[in-house]
């Protein structure tokens, strides 16, 4: 089965302004985040600007970052942040390691554990609910979706707070089934897609199977060893072309058409090739985050951009851990303007013995 996207998974665009020295490891994870979830080059040379290193970020660190730098402005920031920190006492763990300790057979063998985690990843989730989050941002134009609904609120760098939705996530036999609960903080019945015309589904695994499915044809390269939240991780590049992609990207506006004498969007899907970053515990192939940038976006499309990003982190359940969703970012740029959609995922809860779930139907 095709997994269908609707267009959005979180965001969050990593402005922050450090009050004080931080670690070369979490500098480092800002400018990285950053660079998964936006392509303005003036925002992300602007955060690395505003960032106080207390330890040096050494040349394979601002290497990797250039990699995945967004233009000129990005990369003289990078340099200068070298530049800055030149000084500064090296980290106790190094930041990055491109090729040290490992060779052609051992990447093979990490990422044959990453695949076999990812393919069985979705048949070990229990049945679960979870409050799910989402914070709709845009910067540009109105999206044209409120209708008599006011944007909540100004942020910094010329974003606007469009919605903030409330949802009960219900996970069961491998179904999602989704109950909305509030919108900006009043109670709410509406399902999203009567709030919201983009939006995502399917952060709590399906991507990862589609991408690791061995009819997606992906191809993994060895990346680099990388310190995340205090543990090594093994990152590996990917990427996936259309003919052999899953991915839906729906719905993008394509014109416009006549109904009952107005004028509306006219919606197209594609399969969309894309791209991304994989991050995972080479000893047990635990896939902790998970990026994705759409690739070969067709011309006809008002879509320039689309980008995402997903953290999981180890959230108990009935007695026992699980890797589990705890943010997701979502970027999109189109000629009107962008988009970024937070996601948090929040209050995991194992099902009862008694609890009853209502799927959806199509009985009106």
């Known amino acids: 089965m ?4 609707s267009w959005c998974i979180l965001l969050v665009l990593c402005t922050v302004h450090l009050g004080k020295a931080a670690s070369a ?5 800002r400018v990285s985040t950053a660079l998964a979830v936006d392509d303005s080059d003036e925002n992300i040379a602007h955060l690395i600007e505003t960032l106080q290193p207390g330890e040096r970020l050494a040349d394979e660190a601002i290497q ?4 995945q730098s967004n233009g000129p402005r990005t990369t003289r920031a990078l340099d200068n942040l070298r530049a800055r920190s030149a000084k500064l006492p090296m980290p106790v763990q190094p930041v990055v390691a491109l090729v040290t300790g490992i060779d052609a057979d051992q990447q093979k063998a990490i990422l044959a554990r990453i695949t076999d985690y990812a393919s069985a990843y979705v048949g070990t989730l229990p049945n679960m609910s979870c409050t799910e989050t989402t ?3 845009i910067s540009g134009k109105d999206s044209g979706i409120l209708g008599s609904r006011k944007p909540q609120a ?3 760098d010329g974003w606007r707070l469009e919605d903030t939705v409330e949802e009960n996530l219900d996970y069961y036999q491998g179904t999602e089934t989704y109950h909305t609960k509030k919108l900006n903080g009043v109670p709410e019945l509406k399902p999203l897609e009567q709030l919201r015309v983009a939006f995502s589904r399917g952060e709590l695994g399906s991507l990862m199977a589609i991408t690791f499915a061995e009819s997606s044809q992906a191809r993994f390269q060895w990346d680099h060893w990388e310190s995340m939240q205090g543990r090594r991780v093994a990152v590996f590049s990917y990427s996936i072309d259309r003919p052999h992609s899953q991915y839906w990207v729906c719905c993008v506006a394509i014109g416009s058409m006549t109904v009952n004498g107005l004028s509306r969007p006219r919606y197209k899907r594609w399969l969309s090739a894309y791209r991304g970053y994989v991050y995972a515990d080479a000893d047990s192939g635990s896939i902790v985050r998970f990026t994705l940038r759409n690739v ?5 499309y008002d879509l320039q951009d689309n980008r995402n990003l997903v953290d999981y982190s180890t959230i108990p359940l009935g007695g026992k851990t699980f890797l589990l969703p705890i943010h997701a970012i979502h970027y999109t740029r189109k000629a009107s303007g962008r988009t970024r959609d937070e996601i948090q995922f929040a ?6 013995a008694d609890t009853t779930i209502q799927f959806p139907t199509d009985e009106k």
Not at 25 to 29: E, K, L, N
Not at 64 to 67: A, C
């Open 2 to 5: 095709k997994w269908r996207v």
């Open 25 to 29: 490891a979490d500098v480092f994870q």
């Open 64 to 67: 990797v970052l250039k990699v």
């Open 135 to 137: 914070r709709f941002s």
């Open 154 to 156: 100004k942020l910094p």
């Open 296 to 300: 070969d976006i067709p011309a006809e």
């Open 347 to 352: 209050n995991y809860r194992k099902f009862d």
